[in-house]
Every structure is written in C-alpha cells, then in structure tokens.
C-alpha cells in the first residue's frame, strides 16, 4: 500500500469513526452509498482517492460475500486492510479472482495463479488421516498422481485445478517448480 492509499483509506476510516453512531449501514454497498452522499467529503476527494475508495468498496463487498467481514466498525476494517493482500491486489489494479487461491506459508499465493507457476519448497508429510501428501510452502496439498520421486501432480484441499510439482534436476539442493495443468 502506497502513501496515497494509506492516505485515502485513513481519510474513509476517520470518516466511518465519527458516523458509526448515527450510520447503521446493513452491507458494504449501503455504506459506499452514505459516503459518497455526503457532500462535504465529495468535494474532499482527488481523482486518485476515488480508485482508492472503489478499490475499498469492492474489499468490502468481497469479504462480505465471503462471510469474513466481522464488521463494518473502522477499527476492525484498518486492522484488515493493512493485512489484506486481497486489497493490495486490487490497489495494484488486478481482478478479484474467482476462487481465493491456494496458501503459500499461511497467506494467498496470488503470483501463482497470475503466472502460473513459481519457485518452491516441497516434501513428502502425512496428512491427519494419515494418508501421505505433498507438504509445499507449510501447506498440504493432495497427491493425485506421483510420476516419479521427483514429480507430482496435486491439488491445493478445497480448489479446483491441478497443479505439477517437479525438480528440474533430481538432486536434493535444486528448487521444486510448481506449475498449474488446468
């Protein structure tokens, strides 16, 4: 998040602490519809703090989609935002994609998806049922098929795709390479 964003988002979230009294906004929308009701912030606002809002507003909306917006209170919205790269995606002016991808070491691995494939660790673990998976990035992904010692084909539990998993040299030092199929 830029200076400017920041900038923008403190503008909206100081705004929505001083209505959180008199506003009972029931979704994201009917508060996008309150704030820019408001006249004196209107005149306020610079060409580039209205992508900043609509990047916001559409956070918002996304997350209440979800059923992971806690609430619609400032305090609960910066702590989120500052830790959302849902949100930094789309203030880098990328789509909302329509399924969360799959976690690399605990947060959203957008820059697999948006290219396909990317550098990573991988290993053989037992999952709880005890059946063995392919633990990549601190995460366990389902084997669906083991070519060989060095090659897999998995799938991320809850998402739809597959993905291969390979070394393109089988020694223990070389990265794995992970790349989707579908």
Not at 104 to 125: F, K, M, Q
Request: hydrophobic residues 35%; glycine residues 4%.
């Amino acid at each position: 998040m830029t200076s400017e964003e920041r900038k923008t988002l403190d503008f909206f979230l100081k705004w929505l602490q001083k209505k959180e009294n008199s506003l009972a906004p029931s979704s994201g929308d009917s508060l996008r519809t309150e704030f820019f009701a408001d006249s004196n912030i209107v005149k306020l606002l610079q060409s580039e703090d209205y992508r900043v809002l609509d990047c916001v507003f559409k956070w918002i909306k996304v997350r209440e989609e979800a059923g992971k917006l806690a609430s619609l209170k400032a305090a609960d919205l910066e702590d989120d935002a500052l830790h959302s790269s849902l949100l930094e995606r789309l203030f880098r002016g990328k789509e909302v994609l329509l399924e969360a991808p799959p976690l690399n070491r605990g947060y959203p691995w957008h820059t697999l998806i948006d290219n396909g494939r990317s550098v990573c660790t991988a290993h053989e673990a037992k999952g709880e049922d005890g059946t063995v998976k392919l633990k990549i990035e601190d995460h366990l992904w389902d084997i669906t098929e083991k070519v060989s010692e060095y090659e897999y084909v998995v799938e991320f539990p809850g998402h739809s795709g597959t993905y291969r998993v390979k070394k393109s040299t089988p020694s223990k030092l070389s990265p794995w390479e992970i790349a989707r199929e579908n």
